[in-house]
């Protein structure tokens, strides 16, 4: 079955330790992205990848860090996650950055 | 940088036609997505306009006017699982959404 797959779907940490959240797709697609949604604000973009080793900062980087070694994996980085940083995060990939997302089904942070 | 809006809430009976707008102001233009969201879910793809004019997907349309910025998403004979949040987003050199807008349908 054709998804994305991302891990943990709920999270709850101490503000500076470091966490990952996984993000996997197996479509082969090129592009993928995080998002992070909060109330009243839709979703706003993290980073997002073009291909393999391409990053490029979305319209809220700040605090966060991702890579993107292989096509499939696109993992998000907190290195010292903070309370502002507690929201739902939605990783998703598309065939191209013009194409049509598929969302993983959401991971909720809380950041205590 | 990119300015999206759409209503925050509309509330229609089942049955009935909904029709959500969305305005943008963006430097550039390679296409505009409509996404549907249930409350605790992901998004989902609902429909693409690059082009203007009206797309037709059986109870949903999308309509684009490139000229003056605008869209619409047209959800007719509504349905209760259509209770949702309706997602704009346009993409001009990236992709960025709107804040969404909730319609509630009811009996």
């Known amino acids: 079955e054709a998804q994305v797959t991302q891990n943990p779907r709920y999270l709850i940490t101490v503000t500076g330790k470091k966490l990952t959240v996984t993000c996997s797709q197996n479509m082969n697609h090129e592009y993928m992205s995080w998002y992070r949604q909060d109330p009243g604000l839709g979703l706003r973009q993290i980073y997002y990848?073009?291909?393999?080793?391409?990053?490029d900062k979305g319209d809220v980087p700040e605090g966060y860090k991702v890579s993107r070694k292989e096509k499939r994996n696109f993992p998000l980085i907190l290195e010292s996650p903070s309370p502002n940083q507690t929201s739902l995060y939605f990783c998703a990939s598309s065939l191209t950055g013009n194409s049509p997302l598929h969302f993983g089904n959401g991971t909720r942070l809380t950041v205590t | 940088g990119q300015n999206i809006d759409q209503p925050t809430e509309m509330t229609a009976t089942e049955g009935a036609i909904v029709q959500i707008n969305c305005t943008y102001q963006?430097?550039?233009?390679?296409?505009l997505f409509w996404y549907q969201q249930h409350a605790g879910e992901a998004p989902t793809f609902l429909s693409y306009?690059?082009?203007?004019g009206l797309e037709e997907k059986g109870r949903f349309s999308s309509f684009l006017s490139r000229s003056k910025g605008y869209s619409y998403l047209l959800l007719k004979e509504l349905q209760m699982k259509d209770s949702a949040s309706y997602l704009c987003?346009?993409?001009?050199?990236?992709?960025?959404f709107g804040a969404g807008t909730t319609v509630t349908v009811r009996a």
């Open positions: 963006t430097s550039g233009f390679n296409g």
């Open positions: 987003a346009v993409n001009d050199y990236k992709l960025s």
């Open positions: 990848s073009m291909n393999v080793e391409v990053t």
């Open positions: 306009n690059v082009l203007d």
